[in-house]
């Protein structure tokens, strides 16, 4: 019997071999990796051998969760579950987020709520391979193809460094792995060894992973202190021509001001800003974004993940000082 198991195994290999040999575009891919990184060709064969097709990458790539309008997508994240979590996320890692916040100059609370957006404060348990989405999206999504073809071979690149199995990273349906939910080459890119154990583990160490996103929005230009985002209110006939679509922001806020776009507070009107209408739960909603929502733009390039990380972080900074004023700490 177990000889029989062999020969059965050995035969799925050699199918799966045989396969690939018919495919130009995958042995290329592989004497790429050889030839431009050191990643022998063989084991790069070998890997992709291991990975299946994943339809599921193709569809949700097509049609994203962030493709909802920001009243339905903000339920999803804004919940009293999620801010509940986010507090007791807090609580056990003040330390870390203090000195990330310290070190990098980005809000401890937005860097808890990226983590609380991507995983759930890492609760959320990754059951997808990395390799088979990225290697499903590199050799068969229509528009994005060499985007995914480079964030396998650094995929393949880490796990050679590391002497690594890459079917053992588990992540998104796009591919990204670990707490963080960062990209592979990010991974390479903003990996922090933040717990000083020698290694940078997103996937295993959170420290690690809020060393990580600071890291990363601060390279993106985050500026610990300055406003992210505000409600406005919008009058008079001239404030449609600053409504850009952009989270870039491109005009000075007294602008914007002088053409009836008036924030809900008080700014510096020499900073940057942007006009953005969003489509909320009852109606239009009329918002100024300053520099730091666009850092947190760089994360993830659509308007409904940044808002909600701000939303989140909002939230957390609250039910935080409500903790402090009642004297709750972390068990």
């Known amino acids: 019997m177990k000889k029989y198991l062999l020969f059965l195994l050995a035969l799925t290999v050699f199918a799966r071999a045989e396969a690939f040999e018919t495919n130009k575009d995958i042995h290329e891919f592989a004497a790429n990796m050889e030839s431009c990184y050191g990643v022998p060709a063989k084991k790069v064969e070998w890997w992709l051998y291991g ?55 980005v809000s401890r609370y937005v860097i808890a709520a990226i983590l609380g957006v991507e995983t759930n404060y890492g609760k959320y348990q990754l059951k997808l391979r990395a390799a088979d989405m990225l290697a499903t999206l590199a050799f068969n999504s229509p528009n994005r193809s060499a985007f995914f073809t480079k964030e396998l071979q650094w995929l393949f690149i880490i796990a050679d460094r590391e002497d690594v199995d890459p079917l053992t990273y588990m992540g998104s349906y796009a591919g990204a792995i670990g707490y963080p939910q960062f990209m592979p080459s990010n991974f390479d890119k903003f990996g922090v060894d933040f717990d000083g154990d020698g290694k940078t583990d997103l996937v295993r160490s959170m420290p690690d992973a809020i060393g990580s996103v600071a890291k990363y929005l601060s390279a993106h230009r985050f500026s610990f202190g300055d406003p992210i985002a505000v409600q406005a209110d919008v009058s008079g006939d001239t404030w449609q021509q600053f409504d850009a679509r952009s989270m870039r922001p491109s005009k000075q806020l007294k602008e914007l001001m002088d053409n009836g776009i008036i924030p809900r507070g008080n700014f510096d009107p020499n900073k940057k800003a942007t006009l953005y209408t969003l489509d909320g739960t009852d109606g239009k909603e009329y918002w100024i974004f300053f520099n730091n929502l666009y850092a947190i733009s760089r994360y993830n390039p659509r308007v409904n993940y940044a808002m909600a990380v701000f939303s989140l972080s909002q939230e957390l900074k609250k039910a935080v000082n409500w903790a402090n004023e009642e004297g709750i700490y972390a068990e």
């Open 51 to 105: 990975t299946d097709i994943k339809e599921l990458a193709l569809n949700r790539t097509a049609k994203p969760t962030e493709s909802k309008p920001w009243g339905e997508y903000k339920k999803l994240f804004i919940t009293d579950d999620r801010i509940r979590g986010g507090l007791d996320f807090y609580l056990a890692n003040e330390g870390d987020l203090i000195r990330a916040e310290r070190q990098f100059g």
